[in-house]
């Protein structure tokens, strides 16, 4: 076999083994490392490929930033401040037709800007949200889809794991990937709460009833202050100092949790043993996504070796696929593998594949990040693997509300992602024009 054809076949064989349940890292690490073995003829040549994997992952000083942001959204969600944003925001929106909803997505909002995650988003909001909602007799299917769908905005708004982690593999700017970030993040949960509003309008038995009688007392100023602005202030000072230029994203991140860590001390939400157990879930997250990055790295330089990503352009050139044909092309894949693999398993993938012929198109990097953490968050709401939902059903203490219910209340918010990425496709200053 030709060495492009091995780097196909290396591809696919990546696909089954993870569909298979083998761990992402093994799959990506052992195929790579046999596909350079097989290309060369030479185990030598695969060690050293793996070598320089490996010791290009351990010694970039960005990467840095993932621990130090994964310890602030663990201490962040230790200190209650996702609990807080929603009590504010549910009582400013809850007189509103769908209130509970639209406080719903932007308290995720928020939360996503100090923790990254949408999976602690997922976890926090299902219990708070979701009875609330069904207490004012919102449909049960519509109010997880609201949790759901919001969860996915940990994705997106900066600081996010996953941009983080394409950084690593398109060799980007995290501070750039993070401020690009921002305004889709922001599109997309306006696109979310102007569908709670269509919604109410097109279907109101979907959000209750006399909503307005259930607002209570309102909320002191005090009460506010001291709900919000540590939240605030953990956003002024990462966001903050990444977008001026004080801080750097590894300064940012230390800045983000030394704060986040005084936050809880000072609310007194964690002792020593759980400091100790933020600590140490802190290593195991940061070790695995580590071990990702270096073998996500092998696999690159396995493809770049086999010379498939040229070969895909040459493909695409020669049947005279402009841009349009190729983001078809791009976003058609990242939704077929959306339904079986993790957003993580999927931008490791396709990326190495695809960046060469985006960067010989003259398209940013930056915003090819964009696309490519929104399309594959989509996969987070669809089924068989939507993560999000898995994770939704897993917190619900509500034995009415099936796996079924959680896929088909999300379905609609999984359309209007593929609609805001159809948006920046089209339009890409969206994700780039913050960068100036």
Known sequence: MSPVEIGAYSVIAIVTLVYLGVYIPVALGLVSFVSIWLISGKSILAFNFLKVAVGDGVTEYPFAT???????????????????IYAVMNRAFRALTGGVGVATVGANAVFAAVTGSSIASASVFTRIAVPEMRKLNYNKRFAVGVVAGSSVLGMIIPPSAMLIIYSFVSEQSVGDMFLAGIVPGLILTAAYIMWIFISGKLYPSYLGESISEAVGEPLSYAEIADKTLPTVLLIFIVLGGIYTGWLTPVEAGAAGALAALLIALARRKISARGLWETAIETGHITASILFLIAMASLYSRMLGYAGLPNELGTFLEARQFGFFEVMVIYVLLMLFLGTILDTASIILIVVPLFITLVESMGMSLVWFGIVTVIGAEIGLLTPPLGISCFVIKAS???PTISLKDVFLGALPFA??????????????????????
Do not use: Q, Y
Not at 66 to 84: C, E, K, N, Q
């Open 415 to 436: 359309f209007i992602m593929l609609l805001v990425l159809i948006l920046l496709i089209r339009f890409p200053v969206l994700s780039t024009g913050i960068l100036g």
């Open 396 to 398: 619900l203490n509500d």
């Open 66 to 84: 993932i621990p130090l942001f994964t310890v602030m959204g663990l201490l962040v969600s230790r200190a209650g401040l996702g609990t807080d």
